[in-house]
């Protein structure tokens, strides 16, 4: 189990948690945009890191898993954007 928070202004705010199987970091890693949030371990995890690189190629090779990736991305952007407007 995992928190996901954002800083503004000194300010922290819970965005999500995470559980096994989920993923984080994909946004900064397939945009090369700048990380907008902070993962914090709540219990004991294990996480797997993918280079980018690495990344990069396995989502060229399989466009399934490309595809799946735009979706998470969107997903993701809405909640973010929901929460926020409701803090």
Do not use: N, P, W
């Not at 995992?2 to 970091?25: P, Q, R, W």
């Not at 990344?55 to 595809?67: A, M, N, P, T, V």
């Amino acid at each position: 189990l995992a928190s996901v928070s954002t800083l503004k202004d000194g300010i922290s705010t819970k965005l999500a948690e995470l559980t096994a199987g989920a993923i984080f970091g994909e946004v900064a890693a397939l945009t090369g945009a700048k990380r907008t949030a902070t993962i914090t371990a709540i219990e004991e995890c294990k996480v797997i890191f993918f280079h980018k690189d690495v990344l990069e190629k396995l989502i060229g090779k399989y466009q399934s898993l490309k595809d799946r990736f735009e979706k998470m991305i969107v997903v993701r952007a809405e909640q973010t954007i929901q929460k926020l407007i409701e803090d």
